[in-house]
């Protein structure tokens, strides 16, 4: 089994940034694959962005790209999402998960382990 934390999330204002991590432990074996969903109240999980097991191989939500930027470091089992020009639209519980393999998913399904998610606000 593979635990995953989230960290970061907060209170924003309009236009400001924040990063979260996803930390990873228990039986970890690389390369694993890593992916950060967003979820609105009520709504359904919405990919926003991956990473491959190596960390070199990245992928964007239209949402997320050209504002948000996902990085990883195996040696420390740990991604982040650096997240700039935020906007309210972008409140929401964002959640980290992972997958065994090089190859990240883009769809929820692909995904064998999840966080619990951490609350981004964003507000004036």
């Known amino acids: 089994q593979v635990q995953l934390v989230e960290s970061g999330g907060g209170v924003v204002l309009p236009g400001g940034s924040l990063t979260l991590s996803c930390a990873a432990s228990?039986?970890?074996?690389?390369?694993?694959?890593m992916g950060w969903f967003r979820q609105f109240s009520g709504k359904e999980r919405e990919f926003l962005a991956a990473v491959s097991g190596s960390g070199m191989s990245q992928s964007y939500s239209a949402a997320a790209k050209g504002r948000f930027t996902v990085s990883k470091d195996n040696t420390k089992n740990t991604m982040w999402l650096q997240m700039n020009n935020l906007n309210v639209q972008d409140t929401a519980v964002y959640l980290c998960a992972a997958r065994p393999g090089p190859h990240y998913g883009l769809e929820e399904e692909e995904y064998d382990f999840w966080g619990q998610g951490t609350q981004v606000t964003v507000s004036s």
């Open positions: 228990g039986r970890i074996s690389t390369p694993y694959a």
